[in-house]
């Protein structure tokens, strides 16, 4: 059997659950028989199925699962947690074969569900694919073997090198990119847990960080305010998502902004208190003296946090590259050239992909 071609199509299917399993990881599974996919799934959203389950309820006739072969991304799981364990259903169905691309790092799991497998006698066959799968679930292995979550850096850059003008007349981005890049982005947010800017960011272009132009769930905002100066009346505090603010300020300052948010967002805390609801706006403290990202990414993994991307700005940005905390870097350059302004990140990393959007260049870079 081509072992290759079928989890190829696992791979293509668990795409389909990437930002909505969360804390898991999308997986994907087929079953074959006689060269032939007789059933197929994805892991549902969180609490829902995994994919082995999903694979198994699609097939028509079960008897046919005694002589089939099933195909996962991912080491089956062999522990209770939302759902029972995934290698106990392939072993009540007595798969003939089971075909994984990686073993789960989770020391939940950890090669436990691939002997549980082999000691109830089905032949287990691993590493199919194994650096194409590893790259699929980069953001669970990522929180799993590093305490943090998967970070990438996002920006658009000038054919000079520059990422924002000096100085501008309306309180809004300057665009760079063109709108199919920036719908993009929006695509990208809904795949990510959360979306990171520092103050002078969110003060300077009032960005709404959602997903408007696309569909999915909006991330989870997460805002560096080191004095807490971003304004109680901008987009980032409008209650509509999860905000994070990232600070170094004393309880009785944190105090005196929840009370201007209170008098700002009265109407959206009363309309959240009357359905039981609290407020989105969370405070977490951290040292900016030193380590900073290491102390964001210790907030996010607190949080539980799997993924996040980072939209700015340049100084936000090259704190990450200095302190060699980010994971991938997906840069756009537009045709404008600003000849000053804000200078794009320094950084250097190995080109992954390089592709045309319309009159722009995207290029995507991984941390060597």
Known sequence: MNHDFYIKRCLQIAKNGIGTTRPNPSVGAIIVYDDEIIGEGFTSSYGGNHAEVNAINSVENKTLLKEATIYV???PCSHFGKTPPCADLLIKHQLKNVVIGTVDSNSLV???????????????????LEEACREHHKRFFTVQDKKRPYIILKWAETKDGFI????????????????????????WRSEEHAILVGANTAIADNPKLNIR????ENPIRIVLDRTLRIPANLHVFDQTVKTIV?????DESKKTKDESLQNVTSSMLSRAESIGEKSQILYEEIN???????????????????SVIIEG??????????EN?????RVFVGDAHFKSGVEAPDFSGKLLSEEKIMNDDLKIYKND
């Open 73 to 75: 991304t991912l080491e």
């Open 246 to 250: 990232i600070t170094e300020v004393n």
């Open 164 to 187: 924002a003008p000096f100085k501008k007349d309306e309180q809004k981005p300057v665009w760079i990119s063109n709108q199919y890049s920036q719908q993009l982005v929006h695509k």
């Open 213 to 216: 132009s696309w569909s999915g």
């Open 288 to 306: 900016f003296t030193n380590n900073i990202a290491k102390q964001i990414c210790d907030v996010l993994h607190k949080h539980k946090i799997q």
């Open 110 to 128: 950890a090669g436990k569900g691939i002997e549980r497998l082999k000691n109830a006698g089905i032949n287990v066959i691993v590493g199919v």
């Open 325 to 329: 905390l980010w994971d991938e870097a």
């Open 313 to 322: 700005g340049a100084l936000t940005l090259q704190t990450f590259i200095n």
